[in-house]
Nanobody
């Protein structure tokens, strides 16, 4: 059971990126899936979480209105559309099973993807 993130890169302030998350060995639509990020010298931050039990998607206040999760279960993938990016969004982004937005409510993440936003 593992999830792999991809799609990161270098973008200017105000730009957009779409991250992809692929599941390996299980179907994503059976689990709550979300994203967290880790920047150097900073604590892990929960970014988003689709709650399968509640049927809602939650976002951290820092990304609300700019980031949007979507799902394509035919491809067994979820996505994170990131718009209006800011330098403070620079981090390694991971997708994982989630139990909420708390920083330690994520499990089964694999390789992350680096997002760098230049000012």
């Amino acid at each position: 059971v593992q999830l792999q993130a991809s799609g990161g890169g270098l973008v200017q302030t105000g730009g957009s990126l779409r991250l992809s998350c692929a599941g390996s060995g299980f179907s994503l639509d059976g689990y709550s899936i979300g994203w967290f990020r880790q920047a150097p010298g900073k604590e892990r931050e929960g970014v988003s979480c689709i709650s399968r039990s509640e049927g809602v998607t939650s976002y951290a206040d820092s990304v609300k209105g700019r980031f949007t999760m979507s799902e394509d279960y035919a491809e067994n993938k979820v996505y994170l559309q990131m718009n209006s990016l800011k330098p403070e969004d620079t981090a390694v982004y991971y997708c994982a099973r989630c139990g909420g937005l708390g920083a330690h409510n994520y499990a089964y993440w694999g390789q992350g993807t680096q997002v760098t936003v230049s000012s």
